[in-house]
């Protein structure tokens, strides 16, 4: 039943307003004329309370606000590049740091697995950091430290100095891995949001690729691990000075109660020249203000809800076990010691280097269809159509290892270069889910919480799976880390995103909301009938074209 509510003009000397409670759920659905009309007059009078707040001088502003969308997008994601990058570099510098440094092959692995490390350090201050510094200073303060420890890097004299680079890069990266994604989940249209939300992992994906580049580029040069983790200088300032141009997330600001900032950033980012921003922007809005309300009855702390509630406690499951299936497949271990491996498989140490390129460009290439079609397809049809490819990569990786390189070198290095470029490949467009994920299903007041715990997750994998990596080779075999264990949980996990992952695509984030408050059993039934569906649709598809060729 549709009642008032009365909502008092932020300027004084305008008249009360009173209109319809908007359902944020069922706002496109019900749309009819006296609706639009109400929020017509609401939008109306938010553009003139919104007159007298002062505009802040450093930030941009653009007449057609997609272009401030694109431009948001892109300079916040190039956290990516420089994740991706400080990821890569390591494995050009291994090649003559740990016998520069002396290192043992403790302190090797330290070394390398230090960021991951550090990582979880940025993602344990991701929460306090999004709630009292927003979204957009947590970025440039994770410039600050991406800035100190490249510095720290390349400047390094002993195993505590490069030790301590890395942890503090790290830092770095897991506070702006976090922050990104929900920045540009809360800031730009559900339509667009699994496409751009992926465009963070392309960009992870380049920076990996630029990260071989720069290696390969000062290879030759005495002390070239120096200049190799110093290059990251360049691209952390230019990240720093875009950031300052930018605005603070709308729904960051409407949770904050500053509600007149949030309308002028969503003007700037949405516009509501048509009905979908309008309708998005006063649902957010009314989401937003029952969940403070709810947070302030209770009086209790709101990331207990994670374990008292059930819509959060599903989007808290659900989005780490994503995240855990992303590194236990081994993709980090894998990049960060690639010059490593390439040598192992036969190139010279130089070529190693240059050949790691062709693993990166692989990753890269993977993150472009789903950059432009996750949105078409779905969620859950991209995760469960990539995990079987980079298995079979897997496959490939195994069997290459097996062919004896003294007898056999180049069928050695085929099967070996065939695996990781499908590995990679197929990778990098599932890897785009285990960042717009996580950055969409956890509720408004919750989703800093909720990074916090998929971020930290994230990088401790990363950090496990590094670090052990060359004990698990030794101990399992490469063919039995490599298809047994990182190609059984592929497996496993596929099974997993079959019965368990709902479809969030072309939904808003108040509708991902009312998904997860349905129980999981619901979402197991409807998981299982539309895969039975599909499958018969398939089985159809064949028999006509077998029957009926023409």
């Given amino acids: 039943m549709e009642h008032s509510q009365h909502i008092e003009a932020a300027n004084p000397a305008e008249k009360d307003i009173d209109i319809p409670d908007i359902d944020p759920i069922d706002l496109k659905e019900n749309s009819n004329a006296a609706q639009e009309a109400a929020m017509d007059a609401e939008i109306a009078r938010l553009e003139a309370a919104s007159q007298g707040l002062k505009r802040p001088w450093l930030e941009l502003s653009f007449s057609n606000p997609v272009t401030f969308t694109y431009l948001l997008v892109g300079f916040a994601s190039m956290g990516g590049l420089l ?47 999004n709630e009292y510094l927003g979204r957009k200073n947590s970025i440039i303060l994770s410039c600050i430290l991406y ?7 390349a400047g390094a004299i002993n195993f505590g100095m490069i030790f301590a680079g890395r942890f503090i890069l790290g830092a770095g990266v897991g506070l702006e891995g976090g922050t990104v994604p929900i920045y540009v989940a809360e800031s730009i249209s559900s339509k667009l949001r699994g496409n751009l939300v992926s465009l ?87 989401t937003v203000n029952m969940e403070n309300e709810e947070q302030r009855s209770t009086g209790k702390y709101a990331w207990l809800d994670f374990f008292t509630n059930p819509r959060a406690r599903r989007a808290l499951v659900y989005a780490n076990v994503m995240v855990f299936l992303g590194q236990f497949t081994g993709v980090n271990a894998v990049m960060y010691y690639m010059s490593t491996l390439m040598e192992a498989i036969g190139f010279t140490p130089k070529n190693a280097v240059f050949m790691s390129l062709v693993g990166g460009g692989a990753l890269m290439l993977g993150t472009i269809p789903a950059v ?107 063919i ?56 018969r649709d398939l089985s159809r598809f064949r028999l006509k074209k077998v029957f009926m060729p023409n």
């Fill in 83 to 129: 994740s991706g990058l400080d990821q890569s570099l390591i494995s050009g510098a291994n090649i003559n740091l740990p016998y520069d440094l002396h290192l043992s092959s403790n302190e090797a692995s330290l070394t390398s697995s230090g960021m991951p490390l550090g990582a979880v350090a940025g993602a344990l201050i991701l929460s306090p950091s």
């Fill in 147 to 153: 800035t100190v420890g490249a510095a720290l890097e």
């Fill in 200 to 286: 963070y992992q392309f960009n992870i994906a380049l920076g990996e690729i630029l990260g071989y580049v720069v290696a390969a580029i000062f290879i030759d040069v005495k002390g070239n691990w120096r200049y190799i983790l110093g290059s990251s200088l360049v691209f952390s300032t230019i990240m720093l000075v875009g950031m300052f141009f930018l605005p603070e997330s709308p729904r960051y600001l409407m949770l904050k109660g500053r509600e007149l900032e949030a309308f002028q950033v969503w003007k700037k980012v949405r516009g509501f020249d048509t009905y979908e921003p309008k309708a998005e922007f006063l649902g957010m809005r009314e």
């Fill in 372 to 478: 432009l079609y996750m949105e078409r397809f779905g969620r859950r049809y991209w995760a469960n159509a990539m995990l079987p490819g980079f298995f079979i990569g897997l496959i490939f990786v195994g069997v290459g290892y097996q062919i004896p390189i003294e007898s056999n070198h180049r069928l050695a290095e085929g099967l070996y270069m065939t695996g990781i470029i499908l590995y990679m490949g197929f990778f990098g467009s599932y890897a785009c889910l285990t960042w717009v994920i996580p950055a969409e299903v956890y509720p408004t007041y919750l989703r800093h919480y909720g990074m916090t715990t998929s971020d930290a997750n994230l990088f401790l994998c990363s950090f496990i799976v590094t670090y052990n990596f060359t004990r698990m080779m030794n101990s399992m075999t490469r």
């Fill in 480 to 535: 039995g880390l490599t298809l047994g264990f990182y190609g059984g949980i592929a497996v496993l996990g596929w099974v997993y995103q079959i019965l368990f992952m709902p479809e969030t695509k072309n939904k808003s984030l108040e509708e991902i909301d009312e998904l997860f408050s349905k129980p999981t059993s619901v979402i197991v039934k409807q998981n299982v009938k539309s895969t039975v569906q599909v499958m």
